[in-house]
């Protein structure tokens, strides 16, 4: 049974740094809706910033930065095609 | 028996072979297959929302028609929760059962809250007249959300078998077990709170 376990550091910097990506996303979806800020480049910036948010969580608070490789890669490999198949299809169809 | 912070402090070393995974393998299997289908499923949002530009004014409308503050309001209950199932797993590996049980039942609240204002959400945005049906976007917005609404439905039932079956640290194969149910329930909570996240920008915030 292991006994890893995140400190409480860890677990509160993690939210701080979750929160602030989701006030970066607020803050440009506002300028995008209020202010006519060019939409494409935001919609990918966005998106972008939704993935990271979760990177963040799976990284520290599912733990995966002490899995096997095999989980790290599944984990890797979803949250990169997830995105780049979410982009690239705007890209391709705009 | 409780960890002391010393212990933690050498496991938490990693090497190459001190790896774990957290809940069971077979259990990732599962996960997995649901990261697939929610990653399936924000893919062919995008390829709805781009088809053409006439699908694309039907999703900027639709945008304009959800209520943020819901959506705003139910990130955050969902970020708190996953915090405090956070907190819940590492006082239980650190042999405290009982502050354990308190941040499950903080998060299993923020969870269930979760519910409530979705419930509330669904029912102002039909009052208003935009039924499931209504169009691409609505029909996309109701199955996503609802589907996700199901995963945390589930996620709150597993979060109230955990309150009920903590590892208490006597380390034995029973305790391994409730660590094991306790590491997997708790990833699938973590991942449906990234789910929403993706979702959330998706639908309400992505121009």
Redesign the interface.
Known sequence: ????????KT?NS??AV??AL?LA??F??RA??TDGVD?SG??YL??L???A??SV??W??????????W?KA??AI?VS??FL???G??AF?? | MR?DEA??ER??A?TDE?????GEPAF?LML?GD??L??LM??T???Y???NPEQLAVFHEGRTTLNIYFG?AN?ALL?AS??F???A??EA??GLPGKARRHITAGFSCGAMFVVLKAFEYGEHIHQGYLAGADIFNVMYFSYTGIHLVHVLIGLGVLAYIWGNL?IGK?DDE??TR?AVL?GG??YW??V??FW??L???F????
């Open positions: 049974m292991s006994t890893k376990t995140l400190s409480d677990i993690v939210m979750v929160l989701g996303t607020w440009l979806g995008g809706i939409a935001l919609f966005m998106v910033l939704a993935y948010k979760a969580i799976i520290y608070y599912v733990e995966i930065r002490w899995a096997p490789l989980l599944a984990c979803w095609l997830s198949t979410v982009v299809t705007t169809l705009q | 960890v212990t933690i496991s938490s990693a001190d790896t774990h995974v957290p990732w997995l990261m697939l929610f990653g924000f893919a949002f995008a390829a929302k781009y088809a705003v990130t970020l996953s915090w199932v956070a907190r797993v590492r590996k650190r590892p380390r305790d391994r660590m590491e708790t990833c973590h991942m709170d990234v996240i993706i959330f920008s998706l309400y915030l992505a121009v």
